[in-house]
């Protein structure tokens, strides 16, 4: 993200230039929740596609764009949203398909990310040298979308047979109650505040926020 910031800042002659990409990075966390009911309702492969095609139709149309408010429009939000569905499908599917070593498993998918990241700033950096920011934002656009079809390997029966075989193993007055917490769970899908109650929850959230003001501020400096 950073490697991108300084041809926006030379094409725009505008220091807000660099509220492009920290919007779109504050949206994949900040639309967390939003991203969590569309896996709990459509499931994963569902929710990751939608992502996939709307960061690839984000990054064309940026390309396009001839102002930094088009951009703000056409990038920074729609992608951010894209990214968040995406990063919050994978991390999902990750942990049902997993159950004895899940830690490990969502470990290799943290570094994996990590990986990922190492290897993108030298690559947009070539791609930015030889095509500009335009058209490395239309080959990044066909990256994404044919890297995140792979979502179609999503099982979206994976948590429903687990739970079809725990539910079997239950005894009929475990059953109704399970049955009652689904209907509660459906009724609190979209206004669900009671994770707030839980100290831990609120610590690790507060702290994470407060530290993202300072995040990526040497990311960007490095590459300006």
């Known amino acids: 993200m950073s490697v991108t910031t300084v041809p926006l800042l030379i094409t725009f002659l505008c220091y807000f ?7 779109a990075i504050a949206l994949v966390f900040f639309t967390g929740s939003v991203s969590g009911i569309m896996v709990s309702k459509f499931g994963c492969r569902v929710t ?9 139709v984000s990054l064309a149309s940026a390309s396009m764009s001839q102002s930094i408010v ?3 429009l056409s990038y920074s939000i729609p992608f951010g949203i ?3 569905f995406i990063f919050n499908a994978g991390l999902v599917i990750v942990s049902n398909y997993f159950t004895r070593r899940r830690s490990l498993a969502l470990g290799f998918v943290s570094a994996g990310q990590g990986l990922g990241v190492l290897v993108q700033g ?7 040298d030889l095509y500009g920011w335009k058209k490395t934002y239309r080959i990044m656009a066909g990256v994404i979308f044919g890297v995140c079809l792979l979502g179609v390997t999503y099982d979206p029966n994976v948590k429903s047979d687990l739970e079809v075989e725990n539910g079997d193993q239950m ?3 475990d059953k109704k109650r399970q049955q009652e917490c689904a209907r509660e ?8 505040v009671s994770v707030w109650k839980i100290p ?3 610590a690790i959230n507060l702290s994470s926020g407060i530290a993202q003001f300072g995040h990526f501020v040497p990311q960007i400096h490095l590459v300006s």
Do not use: E, H, N
Request: glycine share 6%; hydrophobic share 50%.
């Open 122 to 128: 030298p690559l947009l950096q070539t791609l930015i």
């Open 48 to 56: 990751s596609l939608l992502g996939a095609i709307i960061c690839a």
């Open 17 to 23: 230039s660099a509220w492009i990409g920290s919007l």
């Open 185 to 192: 769970k459906r009724r609190c899908m979209f206004l669900d």
């Open 200 to 202: 831990a929850f609120v």
């Open 70 to 72: 088009v951009l703000y």
């Open 171 to 173: 005894p009929s007055s």
């Open 82 to 84: 894209g990214t968040s």
